[in-house]
T-cell receptor, first 111, second 111 residues
Framework: GDSVTQMEGPVTLSEEAFLTINCTYT??????LFWYVQYPGEGLQLLLK?????DKGSNKGFEATYRKETTSFHLEKGSVQVSDSAVYFC??????????FGAGTRLTVKP | EPEVTQTPSHQVTQMGQEVILRCVPI?????FYWYRQILGQKVEFLVS????????KSEIFDDQFSVERPDGSNFTLKIRSTKLEDSAMYFC?????????FGPGTRLTVT
């Protein structure tokens, strides 16, 4: 079945460092891809999405490009802030629109 | 902006008791979901619901679980006889064409 594999954490960075969290997927069709963020004690918030190949999703300085040839949707940010500390989940939604999540990557940004 | 709401935010129950978790999806959405996140683990799909019936369910969603849309606005998840391992955060979601909107979650603690 469809699945998502993302980089295991935790990831610890200094403020203003460059962030990459890898995500690859397996799907039989053409899924939509998402990154969700979960701040401590809160629910899931959609960070960005891409619905077809070569689309780039972006929000709050984060970007991810839907790469069909490498079945990837890596999350990047050029300069992280302490407030970016959270758990990041890569997810896909197939034609039935059931969401499949990766295991989550905990990011800690230190001042 | 419309949002998915869930009540209660935290539910504590004794093992063997029945619990009902409530969700109010976004009003013009037609597809509804429940997900579960055991503390520190990935978000897992439980069930999807469309046109007043279950459209898909995972292996987690056994006979102890049921869902209902009793009145056209609420969407409930019932666990008939809770077990310790049911302790988790439960997220409700509803969707448009591509994107699922998640509620803030209900933390269920089974003692």
């Amino acid at each position: 079945g469809d699945s998502v594999t993302q980089m295991e954490g935790p990831v610890t960075l200094s403020e203003e460092a460059f962030l990459t969290i890898n995500c690859t997927y397996t799907a039989t069709g053409y899924p939509s891809l998402f990154w969700y963020v979960q701040y401590p004690g809160e629910g899931l918030q959609l960070l960005l999405k891409a619905t077809k190949a070569d689309d780039k999703g972006s929000n709050k300085g984060f970007e991810a490009t839907y790469r069909k040839e490498t079945t990837s949707f890596h999350l990047e940010k050029g300069s992280v802030q302490v407030s970016d500390s959270a758990v990041y989940f890569c997810a896909l939604s197939d034609q039935d629109n059931d969401m499949r999540f990766g295991a989550g990557t905990r990011l800690t940004v230190k001042p | 902006e419309p949002e998915v709401t869930q009540t209660p935010s935290h539910q504590v129950t004794q093992m063997g008791q029945e619990v009902i978790l409530r969700c109010v999806p976004i009003s013009n959405h037609l597809y509804f979901y429940w997900y579960r996140q055991i503390l520190g683990q990935k978000v897992e799909f439980l069930v999807s619901f469309y046109n007043n019936e279950i459209s898909e369910k995972s292996e987690i969603f056994d006979d102890q679980f049921s869902v209902e849309r009793p009145d056209g606005s609420n969407f409930t998840l019932k666990i008939r006889s809770t077990k310790l391992e049911d302790s988790a955060m439960y997220f409700c979601a509803s969707r448009t064409v591509y994107e699922q909107y998640f509620g803030p979650g209900t933390r269920l603690t089974v003692t």
